[in-house]
């Protein structure tokens, strides 16, 4: 198996004052290169943090993570950040999006941080946007776009650098069921043409199904790893 991802014995302990909260404990995983995987499991789980430690949004405790070859744990902050920027996409529930700046803009601030020209960027964007039905609305900001053109903006903002792993934490939890499911399907059709590696963390059984593979945690380690249905 050609793994994109692999975590070993990934442990991730929070301390708040005296108190100390294991969020992942011991958890191993390796995930293919173009793979479908669902980390599904009840608030509270362990999903968001073992997605972070994946993306390197946050570092484990202990443990091991290789993403795309690279060892990720031991590396600096600034070669994390350059890591983030060219390896992977992340779309969060809440979108996240600038609000001064137009859907076009939003996109294309991704691919100029990592020094790709205005005009390539924009070009970039615009292939992008169409891609995810908002060919229409380029000039649009975010308080004139609804829950789900929003979303899209995320999505195309997430792929704008070609990334081989795209990281989606509860993409739907915002989102009526209808726009949700349109917004898997998108994802599942992106996941299908560009063999981007997706993983998705959800509360939501119906949006686990729409993966390859099921991956269950639950109070911070897998208790269920399934390629079946659930």
Do not use: W
């Not at 198996?1 to 969020?23: F, H, L, P, Q």
């Not at 059709?189 to 686990?208: C, F, G, M, Q, S």
């Amino acid at each position: 198996m050609d793994a994109i991802v692999n975590a070993i014995n990934v442990s991730k302990v929070y301390r708040v004052g005296e108190v100390e909260v294991s969020a992942l404990r011991n958890v191993s995983i390796s995930i293919a290169r173009g793979e479908f995987v669902a980390v599904f499991g009840p608030s509270g789980s362990g999903k968001t943090t073992l997605l972070n430690v994946i993306g390197g949004l946050d570092r484990p405790t202990s443990g091991k993570i290789y993403v795309d070859g690279e060892d990720i744990v031991k590396i600096s902050e600034r070669k994390l950040s350059r890591f983030r920027a060219r390896k992977v996409g992340f779309v969060f529930q809440f979108f996240n999006l600038i609000p001064t700046f137009t859907a076009l803009e939003n996109v294309m601030v991704p691919a100029e941080i990592v020094g790709l020209k205005t005009k390539d960027a924009r070009i970039k964007a615009e292939r992008i946007l169409a891609r995810v039905g908002l060919e229409e609305r380029f000039n649009h900001f975010p308080h004139q776009l609804s829950g789900g053109e929003q979303q899209r903006v995320a999505i195309a903002r997430a792929l704008i650098n070609d990334p081989p792993l795209l990281l989606c934490d509860e993409p739907t939890g915002n989102l009526d069921s209808k726009t949700g499911a349109e917004v898997i399907e998108l994802l599942s059709e992106i996941n299908r043409e560009r063999k981007t590696t997706l993983i998705i963390v959800t509360h939501d059984e119906r949006i686990a199904k729409a993966a390859d593979r099921i991956v269950n945690l639950v109070d911070g380690e897998i208790v269920k790893d399934d390629a079946a249905l659930l």
